[in-house]
């Protein structure tokens, strides 16, 4: 089966994860930010402030959906609910695709919050495979999954995770979002070669990327979307630029969350490595430059408080 | 289906119950390695654990599966903090983390949102209160804690619940355009935001300054009639004496007009000239408050 590059989705340029700290600014300003990501979860419940800021950034800018609960690879039900309202969400804000990853949060019905590894089974694989198949025809449109990091492995895994992404990719007929972090993420704690992995994905249908920053821990690193992005990322970015010919790209930044303007400029450095004009800016944070740090957390899902008086 | 209820037995279906076990377990992964109804389900023990889990050139299984399970917790804690903001102020973050893990152990999460985390934290409070605070005279510290847990769930509630923003609610002026012989058959129809709570303490005021970067002391315990609802997107609480509480709740619980005042001119000690002018206060201040949707004359 083959496909339209980007499964015949434009390429929105470059683009900010949207977060409850920068609304002020976004209101007041406007930005010229090319689009906005936003987590499904924190919107599709929210009868008050959340949803009417919402409302007026998809009137000005195109709006992308990112999902954390879908749990695609659990042996759970799907959650025919959260199904309806991702689908009503995504048809209110005309959302240009929707996205979650090739993951688990739960099972037994006992929900994690958590982004969880599948082993890379051919049993594994089918079960995804219908999964994606059923999703799309309840979201009336095709999934995007994304590749997640992940810290452990399974001895039962029969084939590496590029192998059963693109598998997954070509026997579902979804599009990809390649977090390029991810990619390097995975790639430490699992000990295999990132750009091997990029290649060997099916590059016609990726429809997105993700940049974000990670946390080292030394011996192993944990996708904590805190910071900038580091070189090695870029090296990697630079690649799934080239073998895709470029698609939407987009900044997750979650934890100590600078202005929006800081967030926004650390998106459009990627203008270098698509205009292809020589070294990265000086701005640039080197891999030997990291700290270790002693724990770290990751957070896939953004927790929304009530603002009272 | 399998004899034990399960969707499959498939491998998929064991490893996943396995390891959510395993990273969820309150004493830790190799607790929940060796742990009996882990085992049941995949009968691994810790020496062995690379048999389903691997290694990594810099770590090893275990230490791999705690990154999840370090996460787990604390992520599902910093949550709980954050809701329930001024019931961690005034427990302190040892003694509130001791009761949300708990809770968590007790009412482990089933919804797809976070949204929901809390939403049992009230009544987990309450069903494991002492024996001897119940039996109480006076509202005692652990009312305390329910009543702050209560009130802090309602905000969020209300926060995310419909409202009146994109709407128009009835205004005073609406109100007096209403005939006079038409008021006494009118029933008022609340917002959908609007919520009415008694606690025992003022437990409003203690969250507010918590909110506000203050460091207040533990409120004493006094009767607090609250009237909860939001405008602007953000929830508004004030606190009404107990006969405006009273007629307010019989309103919004559908009587009308003439049912509720009669109810409670019959119950007031205010003298015959002054009933007219106090009703005409509140009801242009519930109207200013945008308490009701709309009216229903008879
Ligand atoms: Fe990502």
Redesign the pocket.
């Known amino acids: 089966m083959s496909s339209a590059p980007r499964l015949g989705h434009a390429n929105l340029g470059l683009g900010v994860g949207l977060r409850t700290t920068h609304y002020p600014h976004i209101l007041e300003k406007w930005p010229a930010v090319d689009w906005f990501e936003i987590i499904s979860e924190n919107y599709m419940d929210s009868g008050g402030r959340p949803r009417y800021v919402l409302d007026q950034i998809a009137e000005r800018y195109p709006i992308v959906m990112h999902g954390v609960s879908m749990s695609i690879g659990s042996t759970d039900p799907l959650d025919v609910e959260y199904l309806r309202k991702l689908k009503k969400l995504a048809d209110d804000v005309n959302a240009g695709w929707v996205s979650d990853h090739v993951c688990w949060t739960g099972v037994t019905s006992k929900n994690s919050h958590d982004l969880l590894p599948m082993p890379y089974t051919e049993e594994a694989l089918r079960h995804v495979v219908d999964r994606i198949r059923t999703v799309s025809e309840v979201l009336e449109r095709p999934l995007v999954l994304?590749n997640p990091s992940s810290y452990v492995t399974f001895a039962e895994s029969t084939m590496p995770e590029w192998e059963f992404v693109r598998r997954m990719a070509e026997e579902s007929d979804c599009g990809l979002l390649v977090?390029v972090n991810?990619v390097y993420v995975s790639a430490f704690n699992h000990d295999f070669d990132p750009f091997e992995y990029l290649r060997a994905l099916p590059m016609d249908r990726v429809v997105q990327f993700?940049l974000?920053g990670h946390t080292h821990c030394g011996t192993h690193i944990v996708d904590t979307h805190d910071g900038r992005v580091i070189d090695p990322v870029w090296d990697l970015y630079k690649l799934a630029h080239e073998l895709t010919g470029g698609a939407s790209t987009l900044l997750?930044w979650d934890a100590d969350i600078p202005p929006f303007e800081e967030v926004h400029s650390e998106v459009l450095k990627a203008k270098t490595v698509i205009d292809g004009d020589g070294p990265l800016p000086e701005t640039r944070v080197a891999a030997d430059d990291v700290e270790f740090a002693e724990e770290a957390i990751p957070h896939p899902a953004a927790f929304v408080t009530a603002e009272a008086e | 289906m399998t004899a034990d209820g399960s969707p499959s037995a498939t491998d998929l279906h064991r490893l996943q119950r396995w390891m959510l076990s395993v990273v969820t377990h309150p004493s830790g992964v190799e607790a929940g390695i060796e742990d009996e109804a882990t085992r049941r389900i995949t009968d691994v023990t810790t020496d062995r654990i690379e048999e389903v889990v691997g290694r990594s050139k810099a770590l090893d299984s275990v230490s791999r599966l705690q990154v999840y399970a370090n996460a787990y917790f604390v992520r599902l804690l910093e949550c709980l903090r954050e809701e329930f903001v001024a019931l961690h102020t005034i427990l302190g973050q040892e003694t509130f983390d001791a009761f949300a893990f708990q809770y968590l152990q007790a009412d482990p999460p089933h919804s797809y949102t976070l949204g929901e985390l809390g939403a049992n934290f009230p009544r987990f409070l309450r069903e494991n209160q002492p024996a001897e605070d119940l039996a109480a005279d006076v509202p005692t510290w652990s009312h305390l804690l329910i009543d702050l847990a209560r009130l802090e769930r309602l905000y969020s509630e209300i926060f995310d619940g419909p409202g009146t923003e994109n709407g128009t609610p009835l205004r005073p002026d609406d109100l007096q355009s209403i005939p006079t012989e038409a008021w006494p058959g009118c029933r008022l129809k609340p917002v959908p935001c609007l919520r009415l709570e008694t606690f025992d303490f003022p437990v409003h005021v203690y969250r507010t300054a918590v909110t506000r970067g203050e460091e207040p002391t533990p409120p004493s315990p006094e009767l607090t009639h609250l009237v909860l609802t939001r405008r602007e997107f953000v929830v508004r609480r004030t606190a009404l004496p107990v006969d405006e509480f009273e007629m307010l709740g019989a309103l919004v619980d559908g009587a009308t007009v003439g049912e509720a005042v009669g109810r409670w001119a019959s119950q007031s000690e205010l003298p015959d000239h002054e009933l007219a002018p106090r009703i005409r206060t509140m009801f242009a201040g519930w109207a200013a408050a945008n308490y009701f949707a709309s009216v229903e004359l008879p």
Do not use: I, V
């Open positions: 994304e977090d991810n993700h974000a997750e």
